[in-house]
């Protein structure tokens, strides 16, 4: 596609549940990048993908948070046991080496 | 340990007065920097990005930055703001050897009549 392409936009979920957040990042893009924005906050690290090394997961608030990319291309951030504190943007950006990022427009997750 | 640090969390400035948006950065080798803009309720766009040259870059919307090794800055410029540019600002940064891209907090900004 011609952007980073985020799903769902919009995700609504009971506290206790697991969620999957999709991120499809531009073709031949070698690096990916998945940030948390609460409402009216910054960017918050989360996890760093790049080519076939092995990931940058520092970023992870929790145990809960996991993330994987597969065949160097799509990525899934998994949520499990989701709380009310989960709840923000969740914003994916790819990249190539040296190059800007590109951001998705965002995955708006909510946690009732 | 690779930072970056936007130290003004909110500026007010008013519309048509000048505006500086502070960008330091902790790096050991080469920077390369970027400004993003984020609108309310729209994505992040790129500003402007600085990778080596001349050290004072143009960007959209009238923006410049300029990159400053001697100070570890990178600050937003622009001569005359207009409401439209009320938003929030990120700044980032890479290097030649670790591209990962290392974000700001971002600074939100004001503009009044």
């Known amino acids: 596609g011609a952007g980073v392409s985020q799903s769902p936009s919009n995700k609504v979920t009971e506290k206790g549940k697991d969620v999957e957040l999709r991120c499809d990042p531009i073709?031949?893009?070698?690096?990916l990048y998945w940030y948390r924005q609460s409402l009216g906050q910054g960017l918050e690290f989360l996890i760093y993908f790049q080519g076939n090394s092995a990931p940058d997961k520092s970023g992870l608030p929790s145990d809960r948070f996991s993330a994987e990319r597969t065949g160097g291309s799509v990525s899934t951030l998994t949520i499990q046991r989701t709380q009310q504190e989960d709840s923000a943007v969740y914003l994916c950006?790819?990249?190539?080496?040296?190059?800007?990022?590109?951001f998705g427009q965002g995955t708006r997750l909510t946690v009732v | 340990a690779q930072s970056v640090t936007q130290p003004d969390i909110h500026i007010t400035v008013s519309e048509g007065a000048s505006l500086e948006l502070r960008c330091n950065y902790s790096y050991g080798a080469t920077p390369y920097l970027f400004w993003y803009v984020q609108s309310p309720g729209q994505g992040l766009q790129l500003l402007l990005k600085?990778?080596?040259?001349?050290?004072l870059v143009q960007g959209i919307k009238g923006f410049e930055a300029e990159f400053k090794r001697s100070q570890s800055s990178f600050n937003l410029r622009k001569p005359s703001v207009h409401w439209s540019d009320a938003a929030e600002y990120f700044c980032?940064?890479?290097?030649?050897?670790?591209?990962?891209?290392?974000f700001g907090t971002g600074t939100r900004l004001t503009i009044i009549p």
């Open positions: 073709s031949g893009h070698t690096a």
């Open positions: 980032a940064v890479g290097s030649f050897g670790n591209e990962k891209l290392t």
């Open positions: 950006a790819s990249s190539i080496d040296r190059g800007e990022a590109f």
């Open positions: 600085y990778f080596s040259g001349d050290t």
